[in-house]
Nanobody, 125 residues
Framework: QVQLVEFGGGLVQAGGSLRLSCAASGRIFSNYAMGWFRQAPGKEREFVAAISRSGGSTYYADSVKGRFTISRDNAKNTVYLQMNSLKPEDTAVYYC??????????????????WGQGTQVTVSS
């Protein structure tokens, strides 16, 4: 079992920044590729970004490329999502997820074994 807890959501104005953190516990963190997903009201959960087990490779959805940065610290069992130039359409519940022995190119939520409880991000116009 892997337990994931997200931190850092909140309310921000358009153009602002937020940094999400996701702390993992329970298993060897470096065995898991990590991803961030989001779900807006009335919409399906969508892929945002993923990072390889070592942290050396990343992959982003087109909608956030150039604005969001995913990173990880395996010594701290934590993955981050730095979100800049936020837009109202980024408003959603953001989830981190762990993918055992996966890669940064795994975008389907079915590839991920464990999920956090989610943190709300609201961007006002």
């Amino acid at each position: 079992q892997v337990q994931l807890v997200e931190f850092g959501g909140g309310l921000v104005q358009a153009g602002g920044s937020l940094r999400l953190s996701c702390a993992a516990s329970g298993r060897i963190f470096s065995n898991y590729a990590m991803g961030w997903f989001r779900q807006a009201p009335g919409k399906e959960r969508e892929f945002v970004a993923a990072i390889s087990r070592s942290g050396g490779s990343t992959y982003y959805a087109d909608s956030v490329k150039g604005r969001f940065t995913i990173s990880r610290d395996n010594a701290k069992n934590t993955v981050y999502l730095q979100m800049n130039s936020l837009k109202p359409e980024d408003t959603a519940v953001y989830y981190c997820a762990a993918n055992y022995l996966g890669t940064e190119s795994d975008r389907a939520h079915t590839k991920y074994n464990y999920w956090g409880q989610g943190t709300q991000v609201t961007v006002s116009s």
